[in-house]
């Protein structure tokens, strides 16, 4: 079980779940370093309240000093499944920021890089996975978002580290456009929707974001989740509170 002597590495610490997963993190008054590719921009998003590691998961040598002494990695980085400017074709010297670069060599990438001593390796992967062949998942991974995510899960089973695959469907809530820590913290968790989650990729819907960072952080929690991968959605009445000792206790 997590402790607040643990040091959480979160790569994709800016991202829409990246930063929900921080402040939730900071909240349980646990200790994180946020793996960044500008760490101006992480440091006046986490006011300063956080270590900041530069880094970019495509370059291995980025991420030695990211990963020293880091007892748990939280992975939300990600990219667009379609291109996009965010795949940065701009530079032609450098492999473009892709799926298959992002999510399955940059994963791969962080996984060489993790201590060997890790306590827990937290993947945001994705629905549909094992069904690429299924609509709408043979649309969605037209440019491969899914081989790559695929390929991201099987670099960590392989590793033998400890590992939570989470799988979310379309992604809705947020990302926040405000960059400051007690805002995010605000941020509500008690959307309409339930959580349901389901050992595997059987699922579709929509997932919340909020609740994608509750997943990461309280899986921390409960080691039931421990080696295993599930798909997660939001539908149904939601409960006054959500319970995640009964929720992971499913799988
Ligand atoms: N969107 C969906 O419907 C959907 C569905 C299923 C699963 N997912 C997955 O859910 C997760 C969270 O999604 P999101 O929308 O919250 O993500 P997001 O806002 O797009 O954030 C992505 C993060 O990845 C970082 N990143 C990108 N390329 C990187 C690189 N080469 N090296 C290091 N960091 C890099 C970005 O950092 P910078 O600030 O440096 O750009 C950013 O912090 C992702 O893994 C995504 O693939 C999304």
Redesign the pocket.
């Known amino acids: 079980m997590i402790s607040n002597s643990d040091k959480i590495l979160v790569?994709?610490?800016?991202?829409?779940?990246?930063q929900l997963v921080v402040a939730k993190l900071l909240a349980r008054d646990l200790s994180v370093r946020a793996?960044?590719?500008?760490r101006s921009?992480a440091e006046s998003m986490f006011d300063r309240k956080v270590e900041i590691a530069e880094?970019?998961?495509?370059y291995p040598n980025t991420l030695l000093d990211a990963t020293t002494d880091i007892n748990y990695i939280i992975c939300?980085?990600?990219?667009t499944a379609f291109p996009s400017l965010?795949w940065d074709f701009a530079n032609l010297f450098q492999p473009a920021?892709s799926p298959e670069?992002?999510?399955g060599e940059?994963v791969k990438n962080l996984v060489v890089a993790a201590p060997q001593d890790l306590n827990r390796f937290v993947f945001?992967?994705?629905?549909g996975v094992l069904r690429k062949d299924e609509l709408p998942y043979n649309l969605l991974n037209a440019f491969g978002v899914l081989d790559a995510?695929l390929m991201g899960e099987q670099a960590i089973i392989a590793s033998g580290l400890p590992y939570t695959i989470i799988r979310?469907?379309?992604?809705i809530d947020?990302?926040y456009t405000s960059y400051d820590l007690n805002t995010l913290l605000r941020a509500k968790t008690d959307g309409k929707k339930a959580v349901k989650i389901e050992l595997g990729d059987r699922l579709s819907g929509e997932?919340s974001?909020i609740d994608?960072a509750n997943a990461c952080v309280e899986a921390l929690f409960h080691d039931t989740t421990i080696n295993k991968d599930f798909s997660m959605i939001n539908s149904g009445d939601r409960p006054t509170t959500t319970d995640w000792l009964q929720l992971f206790a499913q799988l």
């Open positions: 790569a994709g610490a800016t991202g829409g779940v990246g793996l960044t590719r500008t921009k880094g970019d998961i495509r939300c980085t990600g990219t965010r920021n670069e992002v999510d940059g945001i992967s994705s629905c995510k979310p469907a379309r992604l947020g990302p997932t974001r994608v």
